[in-house]
């Protein structure tokens, strides 16, 4: 006989975030450790606070090209032979930098993690960022930026921060710099960059694994002996939108078979106090797959493979934007609803039924976060980078369970801005802009031939 | 107990296995590291099973399994597991497709049921209406990864190419737009009874459990559901360890970057010359230390970036494929040049030993990296039992990468990389390029 009754959960067994330490070593650099020892295996993750908003205005893309070059060549080894002997120790250093850090990863088994941190801390204390290399990596930028051109998501992303934001704000332009930006920065900008911003006292080093935190406090106090004291001075951002009414961009891709639609208007800054309301009612409104956007356009209308709606979490207020790919002929039909879906969580509170829903996984998926090393790591980051407390983790789901619906329909009238949406298509003007124009979302303008 | 104060013993992940009468093979690796459990389901049917004029049937079929079942609701399945803190997903693949979750461990008992609700009783909640919306959204699927995504025709490209006609792999799995119309309700229910049944499955089970307890929970579960009654064979699919001559195929794409896919048939997933394919696939092509990106990016600086691959393929052929995307500044013919001399010189002179132990030291790491995540471990023990019904296999990986010596990797190369065994799959931007270079370099190797 087949069962049909749904079974009941058993009783749930209790789970912590991993315990860790925070200190200051004498050096100044900060050291965050978590001993997780389920298989022989840590990851060492180097914090910088100089994220792509350090950038000086025509320098854009210099904190991600220093980071990127970073590992190109030291004193004592050139980017090929310092590749070469990550990799035959198994493991190979990444490194970049986003809005608000520079961060160098490296992963490893355990009997390579002292060897592998030791040849990373001189690296990194010692690079040279070759002229050879500055250019080489220059141009796999720009070649990068070339491909946008012909990939519809990340052209859609650009565009749509680059019409958000004034023109004066970092966040206009992408992390990684334009093509006028990154052709004309030099070695000596990427030196300057790292004399300056890289610094004990900016400076996190977190590890997480398969070794005790004393083992790890010597191996980088060691590793990291001739990092250069100091802090570097933070930066002030602007972060404001480029136009205060709706409007709406067409960047014309003839024949496209989809449109690559983006929503949206300036977010919330990381460390706003409604975080935990606004992560809730963002989680009904295109968070999840079951959330209203993705439902509306993709099971009950299938005018899409997937619908989703996030708040981009930075320092400074980050977008909150609606993305999606919808077939080109149903480009208006799919922003209508999307409109719809943002002002109808706004003008009623939510049911019961979806609060628990997005209340229930957020709270109980926490524990799957953070079965790896690198996530454990990554976690840890997130307290450094956007300065929350020490018991963040552990009053995490606490604080996702004490929202209600009432506190979702205060964070979306407060937080979701219907006046200020800006509207970002990448698809074939032909086709879309007479019937986009008849929704009247505010001005329409049409980019490119 | 299999483990002690949460850590994996000497790196082995447990291994217990059962089989259900009514064929079900189940695999069941149990820990106490964290409070969450995976859920993992192979059957053994994937695009080579589909017939004719029912191109992307297996992956239309693997999004009806998320709309419902007897005693579940349209998206019910999803939302279930959402609420009780799980991830989900399935997918689909030449020769299987999979389904999983992972969940808190007190959900157990929930994500076995509904994986057996929809193995058992599918068919009484399919609809019309459900299968048009969902041939929709397949649609825009296939849209907006293949149609509308700069290279996005690649895997159906290189299927063309590489196979011959009527080989079960040479078909899409996306499948395409008149195909996708013309499935039906019927084919749901043909396709179910001969290829969703217990003995065409593998259960894995890895995490946070009692054994005792998940064996009876799956024997409750699973255990009335019937036997399948076998599936058709597949056509014949041995083909010569080697194409027998160079191909190649140009496609003049909307991409801004030529970008050269250079294939070799090599040895099935598994076997012992495998693991020096993929050894070898390392050499060529992971990380920066590779022969490609050092030389290509790095020194020469014609690649913007470079990689290789092996498909992983268990039925007979696997393939191992180069990847290279040109700089803006170098032509069609330059990059293609390039690459053939690069391959040249690897199949002329060998690879040295420093070379093969760089690759099985990245390869290691990855591979304990990966033991990391429960949903990881489940699916791998799936994949081994369904191809080689030895989900103990699992722990014989890190053994037998490590055995694989310059010696072989070069008996590989020599025997796979030469130029009767290459396919060149060449992307050119359709706008600004010189077609008449491209088509004199077409005449040169074709």
Redesign the interface.
């Not at chain 2, 104060?5 to 994996?8: A, R, T, V, W």
């Not at chain 2, 048009?132 to 699927?141: A, G, H, I």
């Given at each position: 006989?087949?069962?049909?009754?749904?079974?009941?959960?058993?009783?749930?067994?209790?789970?912590q975030f991993p315990d860790f330490r925070d200190e200051k070593l004498p050096s100044g650099i900060r050291l965050v450790t978590a001993p997780v020892?389920?298989?022989?295996?840590a990851t060492v993750l180097v914090i910088i606070d100089a994220g792509s908003t350090s950038d000086a205005a025509g320098k854009e893309g210099v904190a991600a090209l220093a980071a990127g070059t970073l590992l190109e060549g030291s004193t004592r080894f050139d980017?090929?032979e310092l590749?070469?002997k990550?990799?035959?120790?198994?493991?190979?250093v990444e490194s970049g930098a986003d809005w608000d850090s520079t961060f160098i990863k490296i992963?490893?088994?355990s009997d390579k993690l002292e060897e592998a941190t030791k040849l990373l801390g001189e690296a990194i204390s010692n690079p040279t960022f070759p002229e050879r290399e500055v250019e080489?990596l220059k141009?796999?930028r720009?070649?990068?930026i070339?491909?946008?051109?012909?990939?519809?998501?990340g052209l859609a992303d650009e565009k749509f921060a680059e019409f958000l934001y004034a023109p004066d704000s970092r966040y206009s332009k992408p992390d990684e710099g334009t093509s006028e930006s990154v052709s004309a920065l030099s070695r000596k900008d990427l030196n300057e960059f790292y004399r300056a911003r890289y610094r004990a006292g900016s400076t996190t080093v977190i590890v997480a694994g398969d070794i005790s935190t004393d083992s790890s406090r010597e191996l980088i106090r060691r590793a990291f002996q001739n990092w250069p004291s100091g802090a570097a001075r933070t930066q002030s951002l602007v972060a404001i939108a480029r136009t205060s009414g709706r409007s709406v961009h067409v960047v014309n891709k003839p024949e496209?078979?989809?449109s690559?639609l983006r929503v949206g208007h300036v977010g919330l800054p990381r460390n706003h106090p409604e975080f935990f309301q606004t992560l809730l009612m963002n989680a009904v409104l295109g968070g999840?797959?079951?959330s209203r956007i993705n439902?509306n356009l993709?099971?009950a209308?299938?005018?899409?493979?997937g619908a989703s709606s996030f708040y981009d979490w930075r320092r400074g207020p980050g977008p909150f934007v609606v993305s999606t790919?919808?077939?080109s002929e149903v480009t208006a039909a799919a922003l209508r609803e999307i409109f719809l879906e943002i002002d109808r969580i706004r003008s009623e509170r939510i049911s019961e039924e979806e609060l628990?829903?997005a209340r229930?996984?957020l709270?109980?998926?926490?524990?799957?976060r953070?079965?790896?090393?690198?996530a454990i790591a990554s976690a840890l980051a997130t307290l450094v980078i956007y300065d929350l407390p020490a018991d963040y983790y552990g009053s995490y789901r606490r604080n996702i369970r004490a929202v209600t619906a009432d506190a979702v329909l205060r964070a979306a009238k407060a937080h979701l801005h219907p006046d200020e949406l800006q509207t970002v298509m990448v698809g074939d003007a032909q086709v879309i802009a007479d019937s986009v124009a008849d929704l009247s979302l505010g001005e329409l303008h049409i980019h490119g031939s | 107990m299999a483990l002690h104060?949460?850590?994996?013993t000497r790196?082995r992940i447990p291994v217990e296995t059962f089989h259900l009468d009514n064929g079900l093979f189940v695999t069941l690796s149990e820990d106490h590291?964290?409070?969450?459990v995976a859920v993992n389901l192979w059957y053994h049917v994937g695009s080579a099973n589909e017939k004719t004029g029912r191109t992307g049937f297996a992956h239309l079929f693997e999004h009806m399994l998320f709309q419902g079942s007897?005693?579940v609701g349209?998206?019910e399945h999803?939302?279930?597991i959402?609420?009780?803190?799980?991830?989900l997903n399935g997918s689909t693949w030449l020769e299987r497709t999979n389904y999983f979750e992972?969940v808190?461990?007190?959900?157990?008992?929930?994500a076995l049921?509904l994986e057996?609700?929809r193995m058992?009783?599918l068919l009484p909640a399919m609809t019309q209406e459900k299968l048009?919306?969902?041939?929709?959204?397949?649609?825009?699927?296939r849209?907006?990864?293949v149609?509308?995504?700069?290279y996005g025709t690649m895997l159906e490209k290189m299927q063309e190419l590489v196979f011959p006609p009527s080989h079960p792999f040479q078909h899409s799995l996306i499948g395409s737009m008149e195909d996708l119309s013309a499935a039906s309700l019927d084919d749901i229910g043909q396709f179910l009874t001969t290829y969703y049944t217990p003995d065409n499955a593998v259960l894995s089970i890895a995490g946070?459990f009692d054994s005792d307890e998940a064996r009876k929970l799956v024997t409750?579960?699973f255990g009335?559901?019937p036997k399948g009654k076998g599936k058709p064979p597949l056509p014949p699919m041995n083909l010569p360890p080697v194409f027998g001559r160079s191909l190649r195929e140009v496609v003049y794409d909307?991409?801004?970057?030529p970008r050269l896919f250079m294939a070799f048939r090599s040895p099935i997933f598994g076997s012992d010359e495998y693991y020096a394919a993929s050894v070898a696939s390392a050499v060529l092509g992971t990380?920066?230390?590779s022969r490609l990106h050092?030389s290509l990016?790095?020194?020469r600086?014609i690649a913007?970036?470079a990689g290789a691959f092996t498909f992983d393929l268990a039925k007979m052929t696997d393939l191992l494929v180069a990847d290279v995307?040109a700089?803006?500044e170098i032509s069609v013919a330059q990059l293609e040049d390039e690459v053939d001399r690069e391959i040249e010189l690897v199949y002329r002179e060998g690879v040295a030993e420093?070379e093969v132990?760089?690759a099985i030291?990245?390869i290691?790491?990855d591979l304990?990296?990966s033991?990391?995540?429960?949903g990881e471990r489940a699916d791998r023990l799936s994949m081994f039992a369904t191809y080689f019904n030895r989900p103990e296999l699992i722990n014989e990986q890190a053994d037998r990468y490590r055995s694989v010596t310059a010696g072989r990797v070069n008996d590989f190369i020599s025997e796979r990389l030469g130029e009767d065994n290459r396919a060149s799959l060449l992307y050119v931007?359709k706008e600004g390029v010189e077609t008449e270079s491209v088509l004199a370099a077409a005449a040169g190797t074709g």
């Open positions: 006989m087949v069962v049909t009754l749904r079974p009941q959960p058993g009783q749930a067994r209790s789970y020892v389920k298989l022989p295996l980017g090929a590749a070469e990550f990799e035959q120790l198994g493991t190979s992963t490893t088994v080489r141009g796999e720009l070649a990068e070339l491909q946008l051109e012909t990939e519809p998501r496209a078979p989809q690559e999840l797959f079951g439902l993709r099971e209308h299938g005018y899409t493979y790919a919808v077939q628990s829903l229930d996984y709270d109980r998926v926490f524990p799957i953070y079965e790896t090393t690198a | 104060g949460g850590q994996f790196m590291i964290a409070p969450i007897a005693h349209v998206n999803f939302e279930l959402q609420r009780a803190g799980g991830t992972t808190p461990s007190n959900e157990l008992a929930l049921w057996a609700d058992g009783e048009d919306n969902q041939r929709d959204v397949v649609k825009n699927e849209r907006w990864a149609d509308n995504q700069p946070d409750e579960y009335p559901i909307n991409v801004s970057l990380r920066k230390g050092r990016v790095r020194e600086q913007a970036d995307t700089r803006p420093s132990k760089r030291a990245l290691e790491t304990v990296v033991l990391q995540s429960a931007p």
